[in-house]
């Protein structure tokens, strides 16, 4: 049996939607294994659910393989993103979870397993949109720090006398902004101040105007218009993908309408000058 008739059968497997079921189902049951542990049961079931672990993880590694070998290449398994990123999960969990100084890593790397979840995902244009999104939300984020900042100075500076709890340094101050943003009981926040300062509902409604509907309108806008350019990405690509693609047929018709003209132009300059 030559390389190619291994690798085509491999990649058969790969595609086998019993195969891919098996996995999710896999998966599924290591992510209810690891919630188990975290219960105190009896010693010899720990143990059996321990043997368990390790029977996973074969498992993965196995499954892992057989796309490795279905890809043909390493060049080629390595240039797709979720190959990289179920291998590194894939490789990580086998990081020994039981003695060691590596224990905790190990048993922080079998929960991480669950994300290889997110790679089967058929619509994988929303993960695709969200990872897009983030370096814009990094910014808008970081804008929003500053906000944060300014605000919470200017509260600890004024409010601070009325309640050290919520204002006694800027640290505090932006956990209570915080709290103050996601709406929880704020109210009682600006009525406990509004005791001593009368105006300081100003400060609650321009802090809130700002971070609340500004920033999180921006938030949305910019998961919305990645998600719109991602969509119109993946449409695109399957239908380059396809035999008779759109564009190809566009191209046909504009070759055919040019030819078309070239034949008028020759027929009336025949017609013209005669026979």
Same mark, same amino acid.
């Given at each position: ?12 497997? /790969? ?42 993880? $074969? ?7 057989? @796309? ?6 390493? /060049? /080629? ?39 290889? $979840? ?5 619509? @994988? ?103 719109? /350019? ?46």
């Amino acid at each position: 049996m030559d390389a190619a008739h291994i690798q085509a059968r491999f990649a058969a497997l /790969r595609e086998n939607k019993l195969f891919e079921a098996v996995v999710v189902f896999v998966i599924v049951f290591s992510a209810l294994l690891i919630g188990a542990k975290t219960y105190d049961i009896d010693p010899e079931v720990l143990h059996a659910l321990h043997a368990l672990d390790w029977a996973i993880t $074969l498992f993965f590694l196995a499954e892992i393989t057989v @796309r490795f070998i279905a890809e043909g290449s390493v /060049r /080629r398994f390595f240039s797709k993103g979720w190959n990289v990123f179920d291998f590194v999960i894939v490789t990580a969990s086998l990081v020994p979870t039981q003695e060691g100084e590596m224990a905790l890593l190990g048993r922080l790397f079998r929960i991480f397993r669950v994300l290889r $979840l997110v790679s089967l995902i058929p619509e @994988r244009v929303l993960i695709s949109a969200f990872i897009g999104a983030m370096p814009r939300m990094a910014y808008v984020s970081l804008l929003m720090f500053i906000i944060f900042y300014i605000y919470a100075a200017m509260g600890s500076i004024f409010f601070r006398a009325i309640n050290p709890e919520l204002w006694d340094n800027v640290t505090v101050s932006m956990l209570t902004l915080f709290r103050v943003a996601t709406f929880e009981d704020w109210t009682d926040v600006m009525y406990e101040t509004m005791a001593v300062y009368p105006l300081s509902w100003l400060y609650y409604i321009s802090f809130i105007f700002v971070v609340a509907f500004v920033f999180l309108n921006m938030m949305i806008g910019i998961v919305v218009e990645t998600l719109q /350019r991602e969509h119109e990405k993946f449409v695109a690509e399957e239908a380059l993908a396809s035999p008779n693609h759109p564009q190809q047929d566009a191209d046909l018709v504009q070759r055919l309408a040019v030819i078309e003209g070239k034949l008028d132009r020759l027929l009336e300059t025949r017609g013209h000058n005669g026979p």
